[in-house]
């Protein structure tokens, strides 16, 4: 019932893009999308629902494929302050309030 | 504004010992959850709360018990530590009384069970 996300870690330099992926077994009602510093508690980035938009924050954006069960995050000409481990939460249609998390995709972005 | 905090920040337990995390809220949330995160596992729901009074089981249950008298606080108690309960626990909570919201994380407690 976990979604799946990969790739499981990138390094990428700084500028550079990266594209990040949760799959899900089950037909979703939102996917949620955390950045995780070490040490430190997640924080948010964005939620995408089910018959919504793609959304965009900055030079992070994301999409869901409602068919696919699929979302992609994309940090298009990343910075130092991108790094972290991302995390996406499912809410799998008729959850009854529960979010189930990905294992995570850590993001190395080097100078 | 503080946000969400929990206490205590690092915890050692024997195996057997019982103990209660603490998790208070500010901003009025009606929905306040519980996670506990193991290395290469991500964030596990282990139970959550809709609002006060009201509270339910998430994904790994066993051996954790909540309360929700108030809609600032939940407490988890850990009834007969294990080793296996070693992990960093999360409280989070949101507007609204389900997960579709954002969530509001706590710094986390860092429990070792020996």
């Known amino acids: 019932q976990q979604p799946v996300q990969s790739p499981q870690a990138v390094i990428l330099r700084e500028g550079e893009d990266a594209v990040i992926n949760c799959s899900s077994s089950k037909a979703l009602y939102s996917v949620h999308w955390y950045r995780q510093k070490h040490g430190e508690a997640p924080v948010f980035l964005m939620i995408l629902l089910k018959g919504g938009e793609q959304k965009g924050h900055e030079k992070i954006s994301a999409s869901f494929n409602e068919k696919k069960q699929q979302s992609s995050l994309y940090l298009t000409a990343s910075q130092l302050s991108y790094s972290g481990t991302y995390f996406c939460g499912t809410e799998i249609s008729n959850s009854n309030y529960q979010l189930i998390w990905g294992a995570g995709t850590k993001l190395i972005i080097k100078p | 504004n503080a946000g969400v905090t929990q206490t205590p920040k690092f915890q050692v337990l024997k195996t057997g010992q019982s103990m209660t995390l603490q998790c208070a809220q500010d901003?009025?949330?009606?929905?306040m959850s519980w996670y506990r995160q193991d290395p290469g596992m991500g964030l596990r729901l282990i139970h959550y709360s809709v609002g006060a009074g009201i509270t339910d089981q998430g994904e790994v249950p066993n051996g954790y018990n909540v309360s929700r008298s108030t809609t600032e606080d939940f407490p988890l108690r850990l009834l007969s530590a294990a080793p296996s309960q070693t992990s960093v626990y999360f409280c989070?909570?949101?507007?609204?009384?389900?997960?579709?919201?954002?969530?509001?994380f706590g710094p986390g407690t860092r429990l070792l069970v020996l």
């Open positions: 901003m009025n949330h009606e929905y």
């Open positions: 989070a909570s949101s507007y609204g009384g389900r997960a579709q919201e954002t969530q509001y």
